[in-house]
């Protein structure tokens, strides 16, 4: 069974940084790319980031998070990242990770971005 369990998300102020992490079971991890995907509230589902398979050397984001989030894995930890730095309040969403393909999601984790 696929799972996909997203954590580290939380309330932090504009300017700060939180480290997202999406550990992944039941497939094998390090032949998947993977993303991340947002939702504000009120708003639809926005991609933010992609990694490719094994070593993950080729990464995209969208123009919104470009320069200030970083997408990693650590295939031996089955595990996906999104380092996100310099927080705005419209950052604020639940965060998703997916397996490439799109078939499966994480549960996501809160984001909320706030003095």
């Known amino acids: 069974e696929v799972q996909l369990v997203e954590s580290g998300g939380g309330l932090v102020q504009p300017g700060g940084s939180l480290r997202l992490s999406c550990a992944a079971s039941g497939f094998t991890f390090s032949t998947y790319w993977m993303n991340w995907v947002r939702q504000a509230p009120g708003k639809g589902l926005e991609w933010v980031s992609t990694?490719?398979?094994?070593?993950?050397?080729?990464?995209s984001y969208a123009d919104s998070v470009k320069g200030r989030f970083t997408i990693s894995r650590d295939n031996a930890k089955n595990t996906l990242y999104l380092q996100m730095n310099s927080l705005k309040p419209e950052d604020t969403a639940v965060y998703y990770c997916?397996?490439?393909?799109?078939?499966?999601w994480g549960q996501g984790t809160q984001v909320t971005v706030s003095s």
């Open positions: 997916a397996q490439g393909g799109w078939r499966y």
């Open positions: 990694i490719n398979s094994g070593g993950g050397a080729i990464a």
